[in-house]
């Protein structure tokens, strides 16, 4: 089983620049959740879904678009980058979210 | 909405030395716990986690944690660390019923253990 991939790994963007962040996996979870890291502040969850077509906001919504069409996909959308998205973000599924998550390698953007 | 408070942002300890990083939670019901530890350039992995039960938990590499919940505490603690334990240790919660079943990280702590 591969888990919970993220591409790319890397990616730089020009502010204003637009983005989607891939996030698959390959378990079966219904539970998808995006994160971001930053340092000083851990993660902070920006969306998560609960089942294909059920999404909602996490704590730092702003800026970012998500969709849940398939059980498997979970892609993170940047509509118009801007320099305070730069961080590294983190993909993470679960069967059951009460019972914890599995994260991805991540994907660290900066945007100049 | 739950909240996680690390109060160690960084820790520095020589090898064989005992560890203790501290872990506070805030929620009107009741949760499940979980250690996370993230080595230098990689993702997250999960080192200890509590439901229910016996509130002292074994995790992996020799850490374990206990759930005091009179003080809404989950401290990770290792007998004598290794070089090799150099990482960055989240705490997290997620409440039982409700919340849909979001993951709360606290802030981190960096460890740095030197030889």
């Known amino acids: 089983n591969a888990g919970v991939t993220q591409t790319p790994k890397f990616q730089v963007l020009k502010t204003g620049q637009s983005m989607t962040l891939q996030c698959a996996q390959d378990?079966?979870?219904?539970?998808m959740s995006w994160y971001r890291q930053d340092p000083g502040m851990g993660l902070r969850l920006i969306h998560y879904s609960v089942g294909a077509g059920i999404t909602d906001q996490g704590e730092v919504p702003n800026g970012y678009n998500v969709s849940r069409s398939t059980t498997e996909d979970f892609p993170l959308r940047l509509l118009s980058a801007a320099p305070s998205q730069t961080s590294v973000y983190f993909c993470?599924?679960?069967?059951?979210?009460?019972?914890?998550?599995?994260f991805g390698s991540g994907t660290r953007l900066t945007v100049v | 909405a739950q909240s996680v408070s690390q109060h160690n942002h960084h820790v520095i300890l020589s090898e064989a030395a005992s560890l203790e990083l501290g872990c506070n939670y805030s929620y009107g019901g009741t949760v499940n716990l979980f250690w996370y530890v993230q080595y230098p350039g990689q993702h997250l992995q999960l080192l200890l986690k509590?439901?229910?039960?016996?509130?002292l938990v074994k995790g992996i590499k020799g850490f374990e944690a206990e759930f005091i919940k009179s003080k809404f505490s989950f401290n990770l603690r290792k007998p004598s660390v290794q070089w090799s334990d150099t990482a960055e240790y989240f705490c997290?919660?997620?409440?039982?019923?409700?919340?849909?079943?979001?993951?709360?990280f606290g802030t981190g702590t960096q460890l740095k253990v030197e030889l």
């Open positions: 993470a599924s679960s069967e059951q979210g009460i019972y914890g998550y599995t």
């Open positions: 378990m079966n979870h219904e539970y």
């Open positions: 997290a919660v997620t409440p039982k019923t409700g919340g849909g079943n979001k993951l709360t």
């Open positions: 509590y439901f229910s039960g016996d509130p």
